[in-house]
């Protein structure tokens, strides 16, 4: 059992930055493969990025290609996601989701997870 905490959302006018963090306790986050995804009002929750478990491999939806990073510390169990260049349509509930099984897939479907945080607000201003 994996516990999530996701903290660094606010409110930021578009063209700025924020940068995510995801702590966990109760396990080493080593052992997990890692994902971020948000949700906006009215919408499904839609994958954003992910990274493997030794942090070697990451991808990331087309929206936050060249824009977005995704990064673990896995000494101090934590995941970043790095966004830069927001704009208002990035407005929504960013949460992170922990993979047990290093054989799920796809990494992009929300029932791959095992673990999930109870997300950060990060709203963008035009």
């Known amino acids: 059992q994996v516990q999530l905490v996701e903290s660094g959302g606010g409110l930021v006018q578009a063209g700025g930055s924020l940068r995510l963090s995801c702590t966990a306790s109760?396990?080493?986050?080593?052992?997990?493969?890692m994902a971020w995804f948000r949700q906006a009002p009215g919408k499904e929750r839609e994958f954003v990025a992910f990274?493997?478990?030794?942090?070697?491999?990451?991808y990331y939806t087309d929206s936050a290609k060249g824009r977005f990073a995704i990064s673990r510390d896995n000494a101090k169990n934590a995941v970043f996601l790095q966004m830069n260049g927001l704009k208002p349509e990035d407005t929504a509930v960013y949460y992170c989701?922990?993979?047990?099984?290093?054989?799920?897939?796809?990494?992009?479907?929300?029932?791959?997870?095992?673990?999930w945080g109870q997300g950060t607000q990060v709203t963008v201003s035009s």
């Open positions: 989701a922990a993979c047990a099984n290093p054989a799920a897939v796809p990494a992009t479907r929300t029932g791959t997870y095992d673990y």
């Open positions: 109760g396990r080493t986050l080593s052992t997990y493969r």
């Open positions: 990274i493997s478990r030794n942090g070697i491999t990451t």
